[in-house]
């Protein structure tokens, strides 16, 4: 069996089974009235679905090992770090969790300018230090975002979702924190993507771009005639 075939396999069942955990608890919430509990673990549940459905509506198909980190990052994040509360129960889990999406976010940047860089539709001739600074700065913005996210909904639905720290109530330095992990992330990923480039130095980047290429061979063609 191939390794991609492996790892969409994994991937799967991964979300066949965490759809299951999370099931269960809908009904709990459901049994009891936690109609926000609810609504949060229905959302997470079709967070979880996008990537497999627009792939297939858009035919775009992306590695099956980011999706796989993707749907444990979501899970993570969302299902135990708000549902199941690990965010009080250990104090460590929003700095691991705002660490891996700064990672993860780095490589999806990275991986949307390379292809557009690549695609022979787009007229773009970017440097590698461009490529690795807009990976950069595409994930600290989202991870702005979503700190603005958070403050939204702790302001308009009385959610605890920017977590007071001790001798900060107002939630601020729990948010510089996230930021700072987030670019911390988004840095490491950006260094190794124009390590990629300009080295050409074999890394799990280089794998998945070339499986990107090879399963979305309808978005560009330069980099197949060389």
Not at 64 to 74: D, N, P, R, T, W
């Amino acid at each position: 069996m191939e390794t991609s075939d492996l790892a969409r396999k994994i991937h799967w069942g991964l979300v066949g089974v965490l759809h299951l955990a999370m099931a269960g608890e809908l009904v709990a919430a459901v049994y009891y009235g936690y109609w926000m509990s609810v609504f949060l673990i229905a959302a997470i549940m079709s967070v979880m679905l996008v990537p497999l459905l627009l792939g297939g509506r858009f035919q775009l198909q992306v590695p099956s090992e980011f999706q796989i980190l993707a749907v444990i990052f979501v899970f993570a994040a969302l299902f135990l770090g708000e549902i199941r509360q690990y965010y009080e129960r250990l104090w460590w889990w929003d700095i691991a969790l705002h660490s891996a999406s700064g990672l993860l976010l780095g490589i999806f940047g990275f991986l949307l300018v390379y292809v557009l860089n690549e695609n022979e539709r787009a007229d773009l001739h970017m440097r590698p230090r461009f490529v690795a600074f807009f990976a950069f700065l595409f994930a600290v913005a989202i991870g702005a975002l979503w700190e603005i996210f958070e403050f939204s909904m702790d302001q308009f639905f009385g959610m605890n979702m920017q977590k007071p720290m001790l001798g900060d109530p107002s939630g601020l330095t729990d948010t510089m924190w996230d930021l700072i992990v987030d670019t911390l992330g988004a840095l490491v990923i950006s260094v190794f993507g124009w390590w990629y480039m300009v080295r050409e130095e074999h890394s799990f980047i280089e794998r998945w771009i070339k499986k990107f290429v090879q399963h979305n061979p309808h978005l560009f063609r330069r980099i197949e005639e060389r």
